[in-house]
T-cell receptor, first 114, second 109 residues
Framework: GAVVSQHPSRVICKSGTSVKIECRSL??????MFWYRQFPKQSLMLMAT?????????EQGVEKDKFLINHASLTLSTLTVTSAHPEDSSFYIC??????????FGPGTRLLVL | GQNIDQPTEMTATEGAIVQINCTYQ??????LFWYQQHAGEAPTFLSY????GLEEKGRFSSFLSRSKGYSYLLLKELQMKDSASYLC??????????FGTGTRLQVTL
C-alpha cells in the first residue's frame, strides 16, 4: 500500500519551454500532496503543499507563477515548470499522505534544461 | 535543513552496527522521521517517532528524545545494500517535513 508514482521519470527540454510533471497516489486517496526539489548532494527542499480543490501553498522564495500546481483530484497533482531555464534543472519529488503524518514519496523526476 | 544537524558521511563495515545521530531545533514538533535514499532515487520511509523512546523494526531502530531535540537511527547487521543516504526530518504544522542534509553511509567489506 501507499504507492506514489511520478511521470515522467526523466525529461530533457530546451530553455524557455514548459514541463509538466504528474504525481499520482495509486492505492489511496491523498489528502495532501507535497512537491520537493533536490539539487545534487543537497537536502530535499519543500516547494509547495497541494490540497485537492484549493490553491497550493508555496514556500518562501518559490515563485508560484513559475511553478504551477494543479491538484485536480485526490489522487493526482501536477507541477508545471513554466519557461524552464538551466538553473531549474533538478530532481523533483512529490509525496503524499493519507491523513497521517507519514509522507510517501514518488520515484522522482529528473529535469535537465538545456 | 537549517535547523537539523546530522553527520555528512559515515563509514562502517559489513555486519557491524552503526548509529546515525540527528539533532534538531523547532518550535512546532509533531514527530521525527528517518528516510533512506539511494543515489538518484526518492526517499523511502524507515521510521517515525512521536514519543520519546526506542522504536525497533527489524535491523533498524530509531530513538527520540524530545526534551533534548535528539534522535538516532541504529542499523544492525549492516549489509552492502545499506549504503545510502539517511535523512532525518521533523514534521510540524500542516504535516510539512523539514529535512536535514542527510548522512551518506558507506558500508565496506
Amino acid at each position: 500500500g501507499a504507492v506514489v508514482s511520478q511521470h515522467p521519470s526523466r525529461v530533457i527540454c530546451k530553455s524557455g519551454t514548459s514541463v509538466k510533471i504528474e504525481c499520482r497516489s495509486l492505492d489511496f486517496q491523498a489528502t495532501t500532496m507535497f512537491w520537493y526539489r533536490q539539487f545534487p548532494k543537497q537536502s530535499l527542499m519543500l516547494m509547495a503543499t497541494s490540497n485537492e480543490g484549493s490553491k497550493a501553498t508555496y514556500e518562501q522564495g518559490v515563485e508560484k507563477d513559475k511553478f504551477l500546481i494543479n491538484h485536480a483530484s485526490l489522487t493526482l497533482s501536477t507541477l508545471t515548470v513554466t519557461s524552464a531555464h538551466p538553473e531549474d534543472s533538478s530532481f523533483y519529488i512529490c509525496s503524499a499522505n493519507q491523513g497521517s503524518e507519514t509522507q510517501y514519496f514518488g520515484p522522482g523526476t529528473r529535469l535537465l534544461v538545456l | 535543513g537549517q535547523n537539523i544537524d546530522q553527520p555528512t558521511e559515515m563509514t562502517a563495515t559489513e555486519g557491524a552496527i552503526v548509529q546515525i545521530n540527528c539533532t534538531y531545533q523547532t518550535s512546532g514538533f509533531n514527530g521525527l522521521f528517518w528516510y533512506q535514499q539511494h543515489a538518484g532515487e526518492a526517499p523511502t520511509f524507515l521510521s517515525y517517532n512521536v514519543l520519546d523512546g526506542l522504536e525497533e523494526k527489524g535491523r533498524f531502530s530509531s530513538f527520540l528524545s524530545r526534551s533534548k531535540g535528539y534522535s538516532y537511527l541504529l542499523l544492525k547487521e549492516l549489509q552492502m545494500k545499506d549504503s545510502a543516504s539517511y535523512l532525518c526530518a521533523h514534521t510540524g504544522t500542516a504535516s510539512k517535513l523539514t529535512f536535514g542534509t542527510g548522512t551518506r553511509l558507506q558500508v565496506t567489506l
